[in-house]
């Protein structure tokens, strides 16, 4: 009754402005407050925090402060690595010679000369790259290299950035993954189509398949656009579970194999470089027996080998007169012995995936 006859008369101004301040004030009490309860639940709120606070920190290392990115952006540049801060070099990589000659002439060469190409509407850089093969055989370091050589920014996206994002935000983030491309060109983003992110993209779901149409056509942007210098490089262990749709838009491919015993001798020479081996310690042999071992593999089987000599020295010498360059050099059997670990622990890694994995 009281309100039907205040509102049956004409409003004052006051009563106008009064009005339209509540109405404002209660509009953002309300904003505030649902956007605290969301934040609230979110799961990934630490994470983007965590996200935001390591993309500014790089952002103001390149130079690139001002440049303002959205939320989705901020946990995108969380990876990103300027190639004037990469410790990586082609030196880094053995074995793997034709590969690395055949990418540069590939990939890089366009990057580099790119004024020899301007005119030429078929030799462009390729703008979709990918590496193939088992895992731990150098991918990603080669991915690095590239980067590094071309002097482009290195996004090296991790799976759980998309995957761990909320319903509906997916689409978000995936225009999100390419406008920060643009930002930051010259750009390579770096995808591991591995289980997870396979498992996502192979996904029959709507929204993803949603997020998925609205990847590609996006993808197909930068491919087309001439003037943007990005590139997406995907590494993928088996090609053949990759969509049709994802292939296609990687035409440039590279087979990273697993390391044949000349490649394997030559890893082990390359990690053990700086290490006090016994000059009589034969890595010919070492590279025998390791058949099937990936570069990763043997860099962890070396590292297993550095920990076993310190920790023999430990046990085997009193606390006063422990010194670093009494350690004893790496021998022969310490190598073996790294070697059969190493394969009881792939073998039960093998057992575990098919039993757990494999029959969920
Ligand atoms: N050809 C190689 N020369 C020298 N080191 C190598 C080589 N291959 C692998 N390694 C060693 O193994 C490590 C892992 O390699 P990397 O991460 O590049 O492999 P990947 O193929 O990307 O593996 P994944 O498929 O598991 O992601 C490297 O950091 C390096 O120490």
Not at 173 to 196: C, E, G, R, T
Request: hydrophobic content about 40%.
């Amino acid at each position: 009754m009281v309100y039907a006859e205040a509102f049956s008369r004409p409003l004052s101004r006051n009563e106008v402005v009064g009005l339209i301040f509540r109405l404002i004030i209660f509009d953002a009490v309300t904003y505030f407050t649902i956007k605290w309860m969301v934040d609230a639940i979110d799961p990934t709120r630490k994470q983007k925090v965590e996200a935001q606070k390591q993309a500014e920190k790089l952002m103001k290392e390149i130079g690139m402060k001002n440049v303002k990115l959205s939320e989705y952006e901020m946990s995108i540049a969380a990876y990103l690595v300027d190639p004037l801060n990469m410790h990586v070099t082609w030196s880094d990589i053995t074995g793997l010679d034709d590969v690395i000659t055949d990418l540069k002439d590939t990939v890089i060469l366009p990057i580099k000369k790119k004024h020899l190409f301007e005119n030429s509407r078929r030799l462009q850089p390729p703008k979709g790259v990918l590496l193939y093969g088992p895992p731990g055989c150098g991918k990603t370091l080669i991915a690095k290299d590239t980067a590094k050589e071309a002097g482009y920014r290195f996004i090296n996206l991790q799976p759980s950035t998309l995957t761990n994002t909320w319903y509906g935000e997916s689409q978000k983030l995936a225009a999100d993954i390419f406008s920060l491309a643009v930002k930051l060109q010259p750009s390579i983003i770096f995808f591991l189509f591995y289980f997870v992110l396979l498992l996502y993209f192979n996904s029959d779901h709507e929204a993803i398949a949603m997020m998925k149409a609205q990847f590609m056509s996006l993808w197909d942007r930068l491919d087309t656009d001439h003037s943007c210098q990005a590139i997406v490089m995907g590494a993928a262990n088996r090609p053949q579970d990759l969509d049709s749709a994802i292939m296609s838009r990687m035409p440039t491919r590279f087979h990273i194999n697993q390391p044949a015993l000349k490649q394997r001798e030559a890893i082990l020479k390359l990690i053990l470089k700086n290490e006090n081996v016994d000059r009589h310690v034969d890595l010919l042999e070492v590279a025998q027996e390791t058949d099937g071992f990936s570069g990763s593999d043997l860099k962890e089987m070396c590292q297993d080998v550095a920990l076993l000599c310190v920790r023999e020295y430990v046990h085997s010498t009193s606390e006063e007169s422990h010194d670093e360059d009494e350690i004893w050099p790496v021998q022969q059997q310490d190598l073996h012995r790294a070697i059969e670990k190493m394969k009881k622990s792939k073998v039960a890694a093998f057992q575990y995936v098919l039993t757990h994995v494999c029959l969920d």
